[in-house]
């Protein structure tokens, strides 16, 4: 399996930008898949979630403000990023099980600018 991040960039407070996990090697309709970051000086956290059943979750900070999304045709997941703030500001990663095993994508910078 791998994961292939991108989208990152540098963004101004309130702006917006897309990042995208292409995956192959599994399916993003049978298992979870997951955004995480991790924020300058501080641990992976994760950021959004959606299961095979398309139970959605959300870190409560960027609740109201990220949509995580996937289109199985492609075998990609999205996460929606609006209303970007500094702290969101870090590393992104998409990440997933499959077959018992736990995959990693390489991460992409997202810069968020007041």
């Known amino acids: 399996v791998q994961l292939q991040a991108s989208g990152g960039g540098l963004v101004q407070t309130g702006g917006s930008l897309r990042l995208s996990c292409a995956a192959s090697?599994?399916?993003?309709?049978?298992?979870?898949m997951s955004w995480y970051r991790r924020a300058p000086g501080k641990q992976r956290e994760l950021v959004a979630r959606?299961?095979?059943?398309?139970?959605?979750d959300y870190e409560d900070s960027v609740k109201g403000r990220f949509t995580i999304s996937r289109d199985s045709a492609k075998n990609m997941v999205y996460l929606q990023m609006n209303g970007l703030k500094a702290e969101d500001t870090g590393v992104y990663y998409c990440?997933?099980?499959?077959?018992?095993?736990?995959?990693w994508g390489q991460g992409t910078q997202v810069t968020v600018s007041s």
């Open positions: 990440r997933t099980f499959w077959r018992g095993y736990e995959y």
């Open positions: 090697g599994n399916s993003v309709r049978a298992t979870a």
């Open positions: 959606i299961a095979s059943g398309a139970t959605i």
